[in-house]
């Protein structure tokens, strides 16, 4: 997964949209477009998209202390990443909105199913204590699921601005080749 010096600079600026779109919807809890965006790029760039969300994570630990509540994120999100490359990359159009949708929301819903394994681990907790802590948090996950299927109408139109963009990209890096060329 070599880079080159434009996929440096893209991933790092998807990568903190990413951090700086968590942040700007703190406000609002368990809503925001992290699963959206994980799902976009990861659609657009498959592996590649580990680069903005590994980002993302250590933005997230760099700015808001690397804590145990940061622990989970190294695979959370990571999860999401996986479910969406075991997609067939050929989705047709009119299931796209229904399958991303669901994805995104199921995610959010299963957030602290996710989550607590660790939080069991780091915190000594039984099973019994786990699943008790997971049931605490069902109206979190419930706020977190619902939002998540709001959002999601985003996916789409994300995706294609990043086609867009990278497709633009392909078009003009010849011509730009050939304007070098010219000038030497």
């Known amino acids: 997964m070599k880079l ?11 990568g903190a949209l990413m ?3 968590k942040i700007i919807m703190e406000l609002l809890p368990n809503i925001h477009l992290i699963g959206v965006l994980t799902i976009a790029y990861t659609v657009v760039y498959r592996k590649k998209a580990l680069y903005p969300l ?5 933005l997230t630990g760099l700015l808001g202390g690397f804590a145990t509540w940061w622990i ?3 695979y959370v999100w990571t999860v999401l990443w996986g479910a969406v490359m075991l997609l067939p990359k050929k989705i047709p159009a009119k299931f796209m909105p229904v399958i991303y949708t669901l994805l995104c ?7 602290g199913v996710i989550y607590a394994p660790v939080n069991a681990l780091l915190y000594g907790m039984s099973f019994d204590g786990m699943i008790a802590w997971i049931v605490a948090g069902l109206p979190f996950d419930m706020i977190h699921g619902v939002s998540n ?13 990043l086609t867009m963009m990278e497709r633009q990209v392909v078009k003009t890096a ?5 304007c070098s060329a010219d000038t030497k």
């Open 105 to 111: 929301g199921a995610h959010g819903f299963l957030y």
């Open 19 to 21: 951090w700086a779109s």
């Open 72 to 74: 989970p994120y190294l």
């Open 4 to 14: 080159t010096t434009r996929e440096v600079t893209v991933f790092a600026m998807l």
């Open 174 to 178: 010849p011509i730009i080749s050939n």
């Open 54 to 58: 590994c980002l993302f994570i250590l």
């Open 149 to 161: 299927l709001i959002c999601s109408v985003l996916i789409l139109p994300i995706i294609k601005v």
